[in-house]
Antibody
Framework: QITLKESGPTLVKPTQTLTLTCTFS??????????VGWIRQPPGKALEWLAL???????RYSPSLKSRVTITKDTSKNQVVLTMTNMDPVDTATYYC??????????????????????WGGGTTVTVSS | EIVMTQSPATLSVSPGERATLSCRAS??????LAWYQQKPGQAPRLLIY???TRVTGIPARFSGSGSGTEFTLTISSLQSEDFAVYYC?????????FGQGTKVEIK
């Protein structure tokens, strides 16, 4: 059974750096075709992808947040960490980490991975306020 | 960035009726599209991936169709537990993007 749990501060001040940890079980992030991502949802609004890290350490960042966001993994600890710098009140949201499986296609002897998010953590609410 | 547009924003349906939710992509995403259900205070739940593949354990009344830029989620006979917000999401191109959601409410 795959489970994920987010942890980190619930309140941060503007300009501070947010660090969130996703601790997971039931899978290994070194297994081919597996990814873990961070997605957020401001109150009453839609979902937004922040970052994705995959089994081969490929890292993808939202273009609008790329300069502020870093995603790393510690395979031995079964953890993925998201850091976001220069927090602003508009970053107030519920932050989810999630496991992604992949649809794999092969073209000219190269594999392409399309990651769909199939198991979500419960989310952690982060408020940015002074 | 691919923009996903869902319609309608709100769908009022009586229990037992059929619900049809639409999702349009600003450019082709092939069949690389997922549907999620979200209830208040809960994380989203994956229902459908690859446009039409139902996740194990999801009732057969949920079905997905479409490819390219036009997609549909159909709930054949709405049950009380199906009233929720539904999101489509493309994962064909990074950044992956969600639609704004369709709220399915009781009529």
């Amino acid at each position: 059974q795959i489970t994920l749990k987010e942890s980190g501060p619930t309140l941060v001040k503007p300009t501070q750096t947010l660090t969130l940890t996703c601790t997971f079980s039931g899978f290994s992030l070194s297994t081919s075709g597996v990814g873990v991502g961070w997605i957020r949802q401001p109150p009453g609004k839609a979902l937004e992808w922040l970052a994705l890290i995959s089994w081969d350490d490929d890292k993808r960042y939202s273009p609008s947040l790329k300069s502020r966001v870093t995603i790393t993994k510690d395979t031995s600890k079964n953890q993925v960490v998201l850091t976001m710098t220069n927090m602003d009140p508009v970053d107030t949201a519920t932050y989810y980490c999630a496991h992604s499986g992949a649809t794999v296609t092969t073209f000219r002897f190269r594999n392409y991975y399309y990651y769909y998010t199939d198991v979500w953590g419960g989310g952690t609410t982060v408020t940015v306020s002074s | 960035e691919i923009v996903m547009t869902q319609s309608p924003a709100t769908l009022s349906v009586s229990p037992g009726e059929r619900a049809t939710l639409s999702c349009r992509a600003s450019q082709s995403v092939s069949s690389i599209l997922a549907w999620y259900q979200q209830k208040p205070g809960q994380a989203p739940r994956l229902l459908i991936y690859d446009a039409s593949t139902r996740v194990t354990g999801i009732p057969a009344r949920f079905s997905g169709s479409g490819s390219g830029t036009e997609f549909t989620l159909t709930i054949s006979s709405l049950q009380s537990e199906d009233f929720a917000v539904y999101y489509c999401q493309q994962y064909n191109n990074w950044p992956y993007t969600f639609g704004q959601g369709t709220k399915v409410e009781i009529k």
